[in-house]
């Protein structure tokens, strides 16, 4: 079965940084778009970014030159980058697989952002 696992989220002042990781297990990774969306209570989730197979990716304007997805193969893992980070950018992140036309999520990581 498909399993996502967050990691890096925890609680950082406005302006300092945070790595998130999600490692899969379960598919090809190489062969699957990969992605971070977030939620905070009371709202849709919403994207955040979403990376594809060759590496080319699409961000929410709101974190466009903050945040940077990335991925490595070798490590079947995806990663969020997050600069410059705002306390609108509190919320659970969560990790998503695209395989075919299935997704599959993570449990999510809390992040917060103080001022």
């Known amino acids: 079965q498909v399993q996502l696992v967050e990691s890096g989220g925890g609680l950082v002042q406005a302006g300092g940084s945070l790595r998130l990781s999600c490692a899969a297990s379960?598919?090809?990774?190489?062969?699957?778009?990969m992605g971070w969306y977030r939620q905070v209570p009371g709202k849709q989730r919403e994207l955040v970014a979403i990376i594809g197979t060759d590496g080319s990716a699409i961000y929410q304007d709101s974190v466009k030159g903050r945040f940077t997805i990335s991925r490595d193969n070798a490590k079947n893992t995806v990663y969020l980058q997050m600069n410059s980070l705002k306390p609108e950018d509190t919320a659970v992140y969560s990790c998503?697989?695209?395989?075919?036309?299935?997704?599959?999520w993570g449990q999510g990581t809390q992040v917060t952002v103080s001022s």
């Open positions: 998503l697989a695209r395989k075919g036309g299935d997704d599959y």
């Open positions: 379960g598919i090809i990774f190489s062969r699957n778009a």
